[in-house]
Every structure is written in structure tokens, then in C-alpha cells.
């Protein structure tokens, strides 16, 4: 038995939520960066266990050690959020988002340079794709996660 049978005026949920605007993000910038920085330092530190187990990365590896490997994936992260923030929000622009995402992206292939040129020249291939894994995955992660913040309006220009 229902109760809606004998209600005259079923309660039924509103058709979108008065409290959340179309267009806001669901999360503040901040937040989403918060937890982009802390899943790409923990992605970090899998794909090199990840590489060290599967393809014999050595563990003295420069790019893959600690000091290297925090920046390669704070970085990215942060400098993403910077530029999210200047695209989308203090300078919006009609080609705002071609402008974040180029940047994301020479952003990476920087990072990806900057890992690679502190190789060894008898760097084999699993610490090659280790290492580019580990400086392309923040980048990868963080503008996909940040582009879901932008407003329906702006993502549509």
C-alpha cells in the first residue's frame, strides 16, 4: 500500500535543488586541489613500487627518489590549480578553455622533460616509462579533475 494513493498532493522532490545554482562547482578550488595533490603523491609512489616490481627499476633512481619525486607530482598539480584559477575565474576569457588546457598540457611535457633529462644515460626501458608515468599522471589527473568545476556556461563557448 502506498501512501500517495490517499494523499491528495504526493510529496514528490523538487525538480532541481533551490540551494545549488547550475553552474557552481560542486567542490571549492581549493578542496579539489587539496585532493588532487595528495591522490598524485600517492599515484606517484605506486607507479614507482609499481615499476620497481614489474620492471626492475633500480631504487636509487634520481627521478623516482623522494626529493625528485614530491615536486614532480606537487608541481603539476598546484600549477594547474594557478592556472584553472587565472582561466576560468580572475581572467575569463572566451578561449579560456583552450588556454588551460595547452598550458596543462606543455605543463606535463615539461614535466616529463624535466624527469627524463635526470636519467642515466644506462636507464633502461622500464625506468624510462616508469619515470614518464610518474611525471605525466599528475597532469593527467588534475585537468580533467578541474575541468569539472567549470561552469556549464563557460565550458560551452
Known amino acids: 500500500m502506498t501512501t500517495t494513493a490517499t494523499h491528495p498532493h504526493p510529496t514528490t522532490a523538487p525538480a532541481h535543488d533551490e540551494r545549488r545554482q547550475i553552474g ?8 579539489a586541489l587539496a585532493s588532487g595533490v595528495v591522490i598524485s603523491v600517492a599515484l606517484g609512489f605506486a ?3 609499481l615499476g620497481r616490481e614489474l620492471a626492475d627499476v633500480p631504487a636509487a633512481l634520481t627521478p623516482l627518489q623522494p626529493a625528485a619525486l614530491l615536486p614532480a607530482t606537487i608541481l603539476p598539480v598546484l600549477g594547474c590549480g594557478f592556472g584553472f584559477y587565472m582561466s576560468f575565474h ?9 588556454l588551460f588546457v ?10 616529463v622533460a624535466i ?3 635526470k636519467l642515466p644515460a644506462s636507464a633502461g626501458g ?4 616508469t619515470t614518464i608515468a610518474v611525471a605525466l599522471a599528475p597532469t593527467l589527473l588534475i585537468i580533467p579533475a578541474l575541468l569539472t568545476l567549470v561552469p556549464r556556461s563557460k565550458a560551452q563557448r
Open 24 to 31: 557552481r562547482p560542486r567542490i571549492p578550488l581549493w578542496a
Open 47 to 49: 607507479l614507482r613500487a
Open 90 to 98: 580572475a581572467k575569463p576569457r572566451p578561449y579560456s578553455m583552450r
Open 102 to 111: 595547452g598550458i596543462g598540457a606543455l605543463t606535463g611535457l615539461a614535466g
Open 115 to 117: 624527469s627524463t633529462t
Open 126 to 129: 622500464g625506468s624510462i616509462i
